[in-house]
């Protein structure tokens, strides 16, 4: 049997979107973090909004637009030109520590991988330049292309469009449970990686395969 092609989710399972707080610290000092965290759940409620609405705003607009929201929910203010400074640091988000190893043996190992994210063309062209994943990932398919977002099951058709495989033989590794639902929702395999502690949403059972990190998907696999 031929290997599995392996398709990631980027933010928050290569590289750590509340990171960003590091730099929304200069202007909001001891706040920075539950700002970051509800930007990121806004920026994913409104993926999810559009989605519902059948309408499209692409990544970068919906992460900007939920910026404005978290900053007017704290009641914090930023000026536009350090508004554009912050989107210009979610193009150069950290990698989480053990995704280059993991990502290497996975590569030795012989398989297809490849960035499967929400993010736009251009977004997810940046991160991986400035993330080092261009060596290892032989490209990105993104949601942009079905002017959609995850969860709903033509995203994830993409995966087999893009790779000419079928559903059943891709697997999606995403630390988003949301994420994973849609994946095994659409016929795919699926790997949660636990980054949030073991809090996978109620709504199910977590897959089958669980880790910690991709390192620990590498000796799985
Ligand atoms: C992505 C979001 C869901 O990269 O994290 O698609």
Known sequence: VAQETLVFDMYGTLVNVIGIQQHLQQWIRDDAERVSRLWRQKQLEYTFLLTLLGRYEDF?????????????????????EHKVQLMARYNDLE??????????????????LIVFSNGTPTMLRALMKSAQLEAVMEGFISADSARAYKPTRQVYQLTS????????EIRLISSNPFDIIGAMNA???????????????TLGEPPPMVVKTLVELAEKL
């Open 161 to 168: 469009t893009h790779t000419g495989r079928p559903l059943h």
């Open 60 to 80: 970068e607009q919906v992460t900007r637009k939920a910026l404005d929201y978290a900053l007017l929910a704290t009641g914090h203010t930023l000026s536009d």
């Open 187 to 201: 016929g795919m395999q699926a790997t949660w990686i636990d980054r949030s502690g073991g809090i996978f949403d």
């Open 95 to 112: 990698p989480f520590p053990d995704v280059h190893e993991g990502l290497k043996t996975l590569q030795q190992k012989k398989y297809p």
